[in-house]
C-alpha cells in the first residue's frame, strides 16, 4: 500500500512541478505552455487511477493493476461485497458534468480524440493552431487542489477507522 500512496503523492507532486514552471517564465510559445499544461494533466490522471488503485487496495482488491476508472474500482468492491463511500463519491463526482472530477476526465479523454472520418489518413496539426484540449493553468491547478483534498480527507476517515 505505501508504494501506491508514494505513486499517487508523486503524481501530485509532478503536477505541482508542472505548474510552479508555468509560473516562472512568461517567455513561453503557446505550444510550449499547451504541452506543459497537458503534461500535468496527464500527471493528474494517472495520480488519479493510482489513488483509485490505493483505495481497492486498502478494501482488499487482488488485482489492482486491472483498476483504471472508478467505474472499474466499484465493479471490483462489489464482488467483495463492498461499497466504500470513496469510490462512491468518486463515481457521482466522475458522472456530474458541472464536476471538477468529469471536467478533469473528460479533458484527459479530450487529449486522445481523433477525427473518425480520417482513420487512414495521417493526421497534420499546426503547431499555431487552437489546442485541442481547452486547458488552463486555472483548471489544472483546480483539479489538482480538488484531487489533494479529497485524497487526504478520504485518507484520514479511513485512519480514524
Not at 9 to 17: E, F, Q
Not at 108 to 117: E, I, K, P
Not at 124 to 130: A, E, K, N, S
Not at 134 to 160: V, Y
Amino acid at each position: 500500500m505505501a508504494s501506491l500512496t508514494a505513486q499517487v503523492n508523486r503524481r501530485l507532486a509532478s503536477t505541482r512541478v508542472l505548474l510552479a514552471e508555468l509560473a516562472t517564465s512568461s517567455e513561453r510559445t503557446p505550444f510550449a505552455e499547451q504541452a506543459i499544461l497537458e503534461a500535468g494533466l496527464f500527471h493528474l490522471c494517472c495520480g488519479y487511477t493510482h489513488y483509485l488503485r490505493e483505495l481497492c487496495g486498502y478494501y482488499g482488491v487482488s488485482s489492482i493493476a486491472a483498476i483504471d476508472t472508478e467505474v472499474d474500482a466499484r465493479q471490483a468492491l462489489e464482488r467483495l461485497g463492498k461499497q466504500p463511500a470513496e469510490v462512491t463519491e468518486l463515481c457521482q463526482l466522475a458522472q456530474r458534468p458541472d464536476a471538477w472530477l468529469s471536467q478533469l476526465l473528460s479533458s484527459y479523454r479530450a487529449c486522445w480524440a481523433s477525427d473518425a472520418n480520417s482513420e487512414h489518413l495521417i493526421q497534420v496539426q499546426r503547431l499555431d493552431d487552437t489546442p485541442l484540449v481547452d486547458l488552463s493553468r486555472a483548471h489544472l491547478t483546480q483539479w489538482l487542489d480538488e484531487l489533494q483534498a479529497t485524497i487526504e480527507r478520504h485518507r484520514q476517515s479511513s485512519t480514524e477507522c
